[in-house]
């Protein structure tokens, strides 16, 4: 199994844990749902992005994405003795 799939299945178990026993199905489809909109999304926005300015503004787009995204996370736990 390559280690991308590990570390995938990694967050999956832990968003489900996160989201608890009654609501880990409908985290995991939200979580998906959000992965494959960005995968459509990104093929039909870099030719705008081009279109509208160079190279450098398609990768300064795709760094201000996680950046934007980074508030979402839950914060981490106080810290375990």
Do not use: D
């Not at 844990?17 to 992965?35: D, F, I, Y």
């Amino acid at each position: 199994m390559p280690t991308t799939n590990v570390r995938n299945e990694a967050r999956s178990k832990e968003l489900a844990t996160l989201a608890g026993k009654e609501r880990a199905g409908t985290a995991l489809g939200m979580a998906n749902t959000t992965v494959y909109f960005g995968l459509f999304l990104t093929p039909l926005l870099i030719p705008h992005l081009l279109a509208a300015g160079s190279w450098a503004l398609v990768w300064f787009a795709a760094a201000a994405c996680p950046l934007i995204a980074y508030p979402l996370f839950p914060k981490p736990a106080g810290k375990v003795r």
